[in-house]
């Protein structure tokens, strides 16, 4: 079956280290999106990409960059990783309908 | 910008009854307004969608309103039962397929 996967599910690294997430999906969907989930603040936007070599900030983009060189994979970078970036982190993907498919997300702990 | 809201309660009911959860939005009506539900250690899963010119969206047991004057949809589960027990998101989708989400209620059917 088609499926959405994100790795690692569970993450801890130091103050300053660049860090990766990865995001893979099987559906050829070209329509990609991160978003952070954090308690009183919901789920909010990071990166977004409509195809290949496609990038695009959202509302929280500052630390966080993406690229998109093949239309399964948009891996997550964070430069210079932060205190207030631990969070659990959540890439979605849609075929341009209405509904988005969320991974099952990765919790990362910067200490 | 457009802010989505949600009661950040949890709401607490017994099982068989309808639960409704209420989502406001500001500023202009979304053309789509959508409902994930998302449970503890997982991503988000799409239940229902209501365009701006539907009044009522149903699915089972699930129903949705959407209400341009009050800037308002309703979210009811009918004869609700443990299994619901779930946070439940409010989004407006705008643009190019970006999603806002509001921050959730938490809904618990107690047996």
């Known amino acids: 079956d088609a499926e959405i996967t994100q790795s690692p599910r569970h993450k801890i690294t130091e103050t300053g280290r660049q860090v990766t997430l990865a995001c893979h999906q099987t559906w050829n969907h070209n329509n990609m999106f991160w978003y952070r989930q954090d308690l009183g603040h919901g789920l909010r936007l990071i990166h977004y990409?409509?195809?290949?070599?496609?990038?695009n900030k959202g509302e929280v983009s500052d630390g966080y960059s993406v690229s998109r060189s093949n239309t399964e994979d948009l891996p997550l970078t964070l430069e210079s990783a932060a205190s207030s970036q631990t969070s659990v982190y959540f890439c979605a993907s849609d075929p341009r309908t209405d509904t988005q498919y969320f991974g099952p997300g990765t919790r990362l702990t910067v200490l | 910008s457009q802010k989505i809201e949600q009661n950040s309660e949890a709401l607490n009911i017994q099982e068989g009854k309808t639960a409704t959860l209420t989502c406001n939005y500001t500023?202009?009506?979304?053309?789509?307004l959508q409902w994930y539900r998302q449970d503890p250690g997982r991503g988000p899963v799409f239940l229902l969608l209501i365009r701006e010119n539907e009044k009522e969206k149903r699915k089972e047991r699930l129903k949705v309103t959407f209400d341009t004057t009050l800037k308002q949809s309703l979210f009811h589960i009918t004869a609700s039962q443990p299994a619901d027990s779930a946070t439940y998101l409010c989004a407006f989708l705008g643009g190019y397929q970006k999603v806002t989400f509001g921050t959730g209620t938490k809904l618990q059917v107690i047996p």
């Open positions: 500023n202009y009506s979304p053309a789509y």
């Open positions: 990409s409509y195809g290949v070599h496609d990038t």
